[in-house]
């Protein structure tokens, strides 16, 4: 038997109606802070992660589905191409070759789909995941540097968090300064590390070398009371990213979004700079974090653009949909009827009436002459419709319809020009 590669799933209903309600919201609060869809492809060149995400970081190094494209005729050359980690790059690549910048004003953007990181699976992780990514962009002109966008960004997602109905979730948020400040912080994270870090576990003695900032990342009880002690990158912020995040905190206390500082929250990806922020949640794993995001000011430059501070977040939605049902949010079944044609001939009434009712917006499915009742009955059950109604052939003659809420059993009869109206109302 084949199966589905490990790593990857098969997504069902019921479980997929809650992923479109979910996309079905996400899209219509961006509309509402006037964010507007771009559609990247799924893959690119692999150069664009290596620069973009970072050489040295996990998804680069020993993440990312990777292959040597063959030209198919002689004269095309072969490309080392990419299934797309994230979809950052792909955005700012987009933004950059269209000359975005030039249209002067700040590029709000989103993107919905698939992602693609080879993970040690579990719950809550898998080598194909999908991302609700959205990100503003311009040039500094155009307000892109400005610390409101960044508590737009965080407003609209507690927003976007409360409106699906979530509770649990915590905003952990940080400041990692800009690059010279993080050269200096890694300078005296190597130096307070020195004398402690043979006490640490083997991963934690190899980061110290590589990559220091990601010791805080451990998680290893023993490591803590050091990691604990180690400096704290506030302290070396300069006097313009002090500001910055000082303003970002304020705007965010002025409108009531509750958040958490979290020094330690080390982001995988190495574009961050200033304010960088995870979304939490306790009911979906070792996999805390539902989303996360944070400003970029350098990446434009840095794939050749022109300088175009920008700041987003993507959200990974396997994981959101986890919290939601963690927390016993499902999807309504939306089945407002079920049409049960009853006896030979009445296939053709019962598929009129529907498309009728399918007409005017009552959501309708359709039975079989051949069912006797009791089987249409155990079908408008199985459906999830709210009522049924039966078509039989003292039905059609009459044009009135005997119409039953299957919750409380109760049946009326109604007319034909009454049915729309009976069968939408939402009591
Ligand atoms: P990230 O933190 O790597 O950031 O991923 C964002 C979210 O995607 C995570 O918080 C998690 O919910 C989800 N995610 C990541 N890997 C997996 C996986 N293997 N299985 C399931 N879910 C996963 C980024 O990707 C940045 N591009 C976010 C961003 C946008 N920053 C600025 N703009």
């Known amino acids: ?36 869809e771009i559609r990247t492809p799924i893959f690119e060149d692999t150069q664009l992660f290596s620069r973009g995400v970072g050489e040295e970081t996990d998804i ?27 979809a950052t790059a792909g955005i700012v690549r987009a933004y950059i070759e269209h000359g975005l910048d030039k249209r ?20 809550g992780r898998y080598r194909q995941f999908y991302q609700i990514d959205a990100e503003i962009i311009g040039p500094p002109s155009a307000g892109s540097e400005s610390p409101a966008r960044d508590a737009e960004v965080l407003e609209m997602l507690a927003t976007l968090l409360d409106e699906l109905g979530l509770r649990g979730w915590t905003l952990q948020l940080n400041s990692v300064g800009c690059a ?29 070398e590589t990559n220091p900032l990601r010791v805080l990342d451990c998680k290893v009880p023993e490591d803590q ?40 929250m080390v982001r995988g990806l190495d574009y961050y700079t200033r304010t960088t922020f995870e979304f939490t949640h306790g009911d979906i794993g070792a996999q805390s974090a539902v989303l996360g995001g944070g400003r970029y000011d350098g990446l434009s430059e840095s794939l050749d653009g022109p300088k175009s501070p920008g700041i987003g977040f993507a959200i990974g939605e396997d994981r959101l949909i986890l919290a939601l049902q963690a927390e016993g949010v499902t999807a309504d079944a939306k089945l407002d009827a079920y049409i049960a044609p009853l006896g030979a001939g009445m296939n ?61 059993s109760k049946q009326v009869t109604v007319p034909r020009a009454e049915l729309v109206a009976h069968l939408s109302r939402t009591n």
């Open 104 to 123: 002067g004003t700040l590029q709000k953007l989103y993107c919905l789909g698939p992602m693609f990181r080879r993970e040690r699976p579990q719950k």
């Open 60 to 86: 680069v190094t020993k993440e990312m589905f990777t292959w040597e494209d063959k030209g198919r005729a002689a004269s095309e050359k072969s490309q080392s191409v990419t299934l797309r980690p994230e």
């Open 348 to 408: 053709a009434h019962a598929l009129k009436l529907a498309r009728e009712l399918r007409r005017a917006g009552v959501s309708a499915d359709l039975g079989d002459e051949t069912f006797r009742l009791k089987k249409s009955f155990e079908a408008a059950e199985k459906a999830g419709a709210r009522y049924i109604v039966i078509v039989g052939e003292n039905e059609a003659e009459s044009g009135e319809f005997g119409v039953k809420e299957l919750a409380t």
């Open 180 to 208: 010279a400040d993080r050269v200096r912080y890694n300078q005296a994270l190597r130096e307070a590390l020195k004398p402690v870090v043979h006490l640490m576990c083997a991963d934690c003695q190899r980061r110290a």
């Open 225 to 264: 009371p050091i990691i604990e002690k180690l400096p704290r990158i506030s302290q070396y912020l300069d006097e313009p990213c002090r500001e910055h995040f000082a303003v970002v905190r304020a705007m965010l206390d002025a409108v009531g979004v509750p958040y958490t500082l979290n020094e330690r």
């Open 1 to 36: 038997m084949i199966r589905a590669i490990r790593g990857t799933r098969d997504l069902l209903p019921p479980d997929t109606d809650l992923w479109n309600r979910v996309e079905d919201k996400v899209r219509a609060i961006f509309a509402r802070y006037n964010f507007h």
